[in-house]
């Protein structure tokens, strides 16, 4: 399983990016994916996640409003777009991923604040937002 996330960049405040997570290697459809953010000197935070069988989704509060997480199960695709982006949002972005939780698992877990803290067995690299004032 590898995930490949891309889409960063540098933005003003106000400004918008759509980050994306394509994963490969995915030997079922049902799958809870999470997007994780960490800022210089900060421990990761949980953004969003999202759960392919039903698109059941949850937010961070910090970002609720803002973001929209969503995917594209023909693709294995995840998208983060983030609208109305504050100097606060600058982070590595990271998308995780688990492969085998099933539609049920999934659901529950993607579907809830568990989405944020869940040990997701496979990581991105990475992408970088700056977000300038």
């Known amino acids: 399983v590898q995930l490949q996330a891309s889409g960063g960049g540098l933005v003003q405040a106000g400004g918008s990016l759509r980050l994306s997570c394509a994963a490969s290697?995915?030997?079922?459809?049902?799958?809870?994916i999470g997007w994780f953010r960490q800022a210089p000197g900060k421990e990761r935070e949980g953004v969003s996640c999202?759960?392919?069988?039903?698109?059941?989704?949850y937010y961070a509060d910090s970002v609720k409003g803002r973001f929209t997480i969503s995917s594209d199960n023909a693709k294995n695709t995840v998208y983060l777009q983030m609208n109305s982006l504050k100097p606060e949002d600058t982070a590595v972005y990271y998308c995780?991923?688990?492969?085998?939780?099933?539609?049920?698992?999934?659901?529950?877990?993607?579907?809830?604040?568990?989405?944020?803290?869940?040990?997701?067995?496979?990581w991105g690299q990475g992408s970088l937002v700056t977000v300038s004032s």
């Open positions: 995780a991923a688990d492969p085998y939780l099933g539609n049920v698992l999934g659901t529950l877990v993607a579907g809830s604040p568990l989405g944020l803290t869940y040990e997701y067995d496979y």
């Open positions: 999202i759960s392919s069988s039903d698109s059941s989704t």
């Open positions: 290697g995915f030997t079922s459809d049902d799958y809870a």
